[in-house]
Nanobody, 126 residues
């Protein structure tokens, strides 16, 4: 089992930047593919970005391509999401998720993930 804790959220003006972190504990971090999802008020949780266990494969939702960058540091048991050019529509609770897999692909669907963090709020003001 793995425990996930997100941090780095906050209130930021449109056009600003944030870096979200997800720290994992409990099992070997490099055994997991990782992902970021978000949920805005009144909406379903949606895929944002994913990265495979080694960092060699990444995926992004069309809405964030070119603005968000996912990365991971297996030595630090941490995944990151660099968010640039924030828009009001990026306002949501951001969740990190883990899937026990050493496949070379990244996973983009909610139901593929085994573990979830509690989320960190990102609010973008216009």
């Amino acid at each position: 089992q793995v425990q996930l804790v997100e941090s780095g959220g906050g209130v930021v003006q449109a056009g600003g930047s944030l870096t979200l972190s997800c720290v994992a504990s409990g099992r070997t971090f490099s055994m997991y593919g990782m992902g970021w999802f978000r949920q805005a008020p009144g909406k379903e949780r949606e895929f944002v970005s994913a990265i495979n266990w080694s960092g060699s494969s990444t995926a992004y939702a069309d809405s964030v391509k070119g603005r968000f960058t996912i990365s991971r540091n297996n030595a630090r048991n941490t995944m990151y999401l660099q968010i640039n050019s924030l828009k009001p529509e990026d306002t949501a609770v951001y969740y990190c998720a883990a899937k026990l897999s050493r496949r070379s692909i990244s996973f983009t669907r909610n139901e593929e993930y085994d573990y979830w963090g509690q989320g960190t709020q990102v609010t973008v003001s216009s």
